[in-house]
């Protein structure tokens, strides 16, 4: 019986060690945002989107 209890605690401590070092993980993680587009690029979006739709209207 208390073999029971001691394979017991034993998981649930394993299962709040491993919770623990997930949420850490979680944490720590750096969200990184890409830099605005210069003039130039915002340019040749605007043209390949045009292309994309004249395709369409074929």
């Not at 997930?22 to 605007?46: C, F, M, N």
């Amino acid at each position: 019986m208390t073999t029971i209890y001691i394979v017991g605690i034993a998981i649930t401590l394993m299962v709040l060690v491993l919770s623990l070092i997930t949420i850490s993980k979680g944490y720590a993680y750096r969200h990184k945002v890409d830099p605005l587009p210069t003039e130039d690029e915002e340019e040749s979006d605007s043209s390949k989107q045009e292309i994309k739709e004249k395709d369409r209207t074929l």
